[in-house]
């Protein structure tokens, strides 16, 4: 299976974590996913977080 890729930046915009790029509702629902959903969600929310960054509203570290 594939690791939570919480990074314990827990901020939203617009329902997105500014941490690790996924939903309220992929956040909630991970632990009852598949191998395949999980890469799906990895994947948006790692195109998520890009567009993030492009508007400059990327995570703080």
Do not use: Y
Request: proline share 2%.
């Amino acid at each position: 299976m594939s690791k939570n890729p919480c990074i314990d930046i827990c901020k939203f915009a617009d329902e997105i974590c500014l941490g690790c790029g996924r939903s309220k509702r992929e956040i909630k629902a991970w632990k009852k996913l598949d191998k395949a959903e999980r890469h799906t969600v990895l994947a948006e929310s790692a195109q998520r977080l890009q567009a993030l960054k492009a508007k400059g509203r990327s995570k703080s570290r």
